[in-house]
Every structure is written in C-alpha cells, then in structure tokens.
C-alpha cells in the first residue's frame, strides 16, 4: 500500500517535498514514479526513479526545477518540487511498478494522492 503525502497550500516560487510511504511491501522491487492531475485534466506523468535510484527521468514541464529520490532503508518514494508555478496545481499520485515507463497505464500499483495548491 503506497501513501502520498506532504501537500498543501503554497505561494508561487515557494517549494515542497512529497513523501511516499508504502507498507505491506518494500518498494526496493519496483520502479517508482509521481504523476498528477489536474481538475479537467488527465493524469499525467512528473517523474520516475529506478529500484535501486540509478536511474530518474522528469517530464519537461517540471526538469529543472523536480528531484525525484528515494531512500529503500525507509520504504519511501520522494518528489522535491521548487519555484512552484500555479500550473503545478494538482493532486499527485506515486506509483510502482516492475517496468520503468512513463505511461500511468503502466503502473500497477497506486497510492492515494495529495493535493498541491500553488498560488499565484
């Protein structure tokens, strides 16, 4: 089980760090990614990170400015997030799974999200 935290209300240019923990599992096995959606729209992806951190890849609307990490040791995924635009605005969501892809119909595994608020 894969729970999202770590959102809230932040001004535009402020930063944040997600958190996701995953019980009843380790997520040393999988490949673990962020997307978010917005209201109206799609999901879509932010990150992801190989099993073992090796390996991390951004979306070009966020590079730059997100750190996707993880610490196996304690069972959670990150996202650092700085100069938030209001266009960051959505409901983030990590997820896992034992291929490393872009796309969320790829992951098998969900967590409940967080909602980002950027103000402008």
């Known amino acids: 089980q894969l729970q999202a935290s770590g959102g809230g209300l932040v001004q535009a240019g402020g930063s944040l760090r997600l958190s996701c923990a995953a019980s009843?599992?380790?997520?040393?096995?999988?490949?673990m990614g962020w997307f978010r959606q917005a209201p109206g729209s799609e999901r879509e992806f932010v990150a992801y990170?190989?099993?073992?951190?090796?390996?991390?890849y951004y979306a070009d609307s966020v590079k730059g400015r997100a750190t996707i990490s993880r610490d196996n040791i304690k069972n959670t995924l990150y996202l650092h997030m700085n100069n938030l635009k209001p266009e960051d605005t959505a409901v983030y969501y990590c997820?896992?799974?034992?291929?490393?892809?872009?796309?969320?119909?790829?992951?098998?595994?969900w967590g409940k999200g967080t909602l980002v608020t950027v103000s402008s």
């Open positions: 997820a896992a799974d034992e291929l490393l892809s872009t796309e969320s119909h790829a992951y098998d595994y």
């Open positions: 009843g599992g380790t997520i040393s096995s999988y490949h």
């Open positions: 990170i190989s099993r073992a951190g090796i390996r991390t």
